[in-house]
């Protein structure tokens, strides 16, 4: 009773930060976003040039791969010892065996189809610009080769194969297709023992000692983690975005101003995303699983999976492309990027079900991508299901008109505001589109024979 209590004030708080977010059937709100009186512009004008590259891309992927995704579970949270519905393990082991047994499971991550290029295909298929791949999440699991472990994939089942550094092949992957690039780390790590401790039990998520009586253990872990993410910043290639996850460990607690100094002389305007630490290190915000209320004019991006988990699951509940598109739309017009979550299989590839729609996002994106890329806020930026963007000097215009599954077009479609001057053009098809106007009321005719889909029209404002 008290958890489902929790439980509940967790989701009033929630829906405070964020409107419509999906049911959480799997996994509760982790993150909310950082106040918009927290934000802090940069001050390295590198930093602003590529944060102002990154707002042009709006459409990311965001990568879980890891043990959990052989058995196909909730990513790492199962190993925490927490007592809220989300969290859920094997109830035919003791909490200690658990652990054991998911922690063994490193020997049996063993993607033999792994293709990243596969990944890289699919996500270009889609109109994805920027990927996020996660290099070692709170299970402490590395999906690359760390010289300060050997809790990796490098040296699990997988470790005979020449591609066995897992991480720099996805890297190279995307981007050898022009991907913008980000490096996903989780600074908690469940499997250290200068963080989870072997001498007590682990209750949560944080360390499970004091820092003050064990000063030795933590200055490990800090040390630890300050030389993977050294590693991970000197040895894969250039990275545009450092995402650091497990916002319960601060960016200072890893000395994350020094990583950051050392990182952007070799990643110049290197974008850090310390999630939900306010402040100079969090270049941009990250609402999970759900799209912030109103319009925000500093950088922001929304989490969202495209099924309920982060990693892969078996028979996952895959949104629609429709949904895909519309949410799209509203976040875009709301000023921020969409990251979308999706799990690579245990065996290494992007499953059919997403590449089916995710192509139909791609199609989407072909014909009625100028709405969407490159674009910036406008103040009038919605009208009921209708979303404006704008171009960069702010003087053409485009309403997105979305729809979702199963719903037909209607013969005509109106908004309020964003009065349009000469001629309207409908991207779908390139072809012009008659309205009227009647006081700041606009209504467009929708020509009979079109694809039934979110329909995008440009036009110069008055
Ligand atoms: C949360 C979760 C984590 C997930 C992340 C993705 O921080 O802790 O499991 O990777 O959200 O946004």
Redesign the pocket.
């Known amino acids: 009773m008290k958890s489902i209590k929790y439980l509940l004030a967790g989701c009033l708080l929630s829906a405070a930060f964020v409107q419509h977010a999906e049911a959480q059937q799997v996994?509760g709100f982790?993150?909310q976003q950082s106040k918009a009186t927290d934000y802090v512009w940069p001050t390295d004008q590198q930093v602003l040039d590529k944060l102002d590259k990154w707002q042009d891309q709006k459409f990311g992927v965001?990568f879980?791969w890891g043990l959990y995704s052989v058995p196909g579970i909730?990513?790492?949270?199962s190993i925490c010892s927490e007592d809220v519905d989300w969290i859920r393990r094997r109830e035919d082991l003791s909490y200690e065996d658990y652990k054991k047994w998911y922690f063994g499971l490193k020997d049996e991550l063993n993607p033999t189809d792994f293709d990243p290029t596969q990944w890289a295909d699919v996500m270009q298929d889609a109109g994805i610009k920027y990927m996020i791949f996660?290099t070692k999440?709170?299970d402490g699991f590395c999906m690359y080769d760390s010289k300060y472990t050997d809790f990796s994939i490098a040296n699990g089942a997988f470790r005979n194969d020449p591609r066995k550094d897992v991480a720099r092949h996805v890297f190279d992957a995307f981007r050898q297709k022009g991907f913008m690039i980000g490096c996903?780390f989780?600074k908690p790590d469940w499997h250290c023992p200068w963080y989870w401790h072997e001498h007590f039990a682990t209750p949560n998520r944080r360390e499970n000692y004091k820092r003050d009586r064990h000063p030795d253990w933590w200055k490990n872990y800090q040390t630890f983690t300050q030389n993977q993410l050294e590693e991970l910043t000197s040895n894969y290639g250039s990275f545009d975005i450092l995402w650091l996850?497990?916002?319960w460990v601060t960016g200072d607690d890893v000395n994350l101003d020094g990583i950051l100094a050392k990182a952007r002389q070799r990643h110049p305007g290197l974008i850090s995303v310390d999630?939900s630490i306010r402040g100079k290190n969090e270049n941009y915000q990250?609402p999970?699983?759900g799209i912030p209320e109103t319009q925000l004019d500093y950088p922001w991006e929304s989490?969202i999976t495209l099924s309920h988990d982060?990693g892969w699951v078996p028979n996952a509940p895959y949104k629609p492309a429709e949904k895909v598109i519309s949410t799209l739309a509203e976040i875009v017009a709301k000023g921020g990027c969409y990251?979308l979550?999706v799990g690579p299989t245990p065996q290494g590839r992007i499953e059919q079900p997403v590449v089916e729609r995710l192509h139909k996002v791609g199609q989407w994106l072909k014909a009625n991508g100028e709405a969407i890329y490159n674009t910036r806020i406008t103040p009038v930026y919605h009208d009921g299901k209708t979303w404006f963007t704008a171009n960069k000097n702010g003087k053409t215009l485009y309403a997105i008109y979305t729809i979702e599954e199963g719903e037909q077009l209607p013969a005509t479609i109106t908004w309020k505001g964003n009065l349009p001057k000469g001629k309207m053009t409908l991207l779908q098809n390139g072809k012009r589109v008659s309205y009227k106007t009647n006081g700041d009321e606009v209504t467009v005719s929708v020509p009979a024979g079109l694809r039934t889909e979110s329909l995008a029209f440009r036009f110069q404002a008055q």
């Open positions: 996994q982790v993150h965001l879980h909730v990513e790492s949270w996660t999440h709170h996903y989780s996850d497990g916002g999630r990250t999970e699983r989490c982060w990251l979550g």
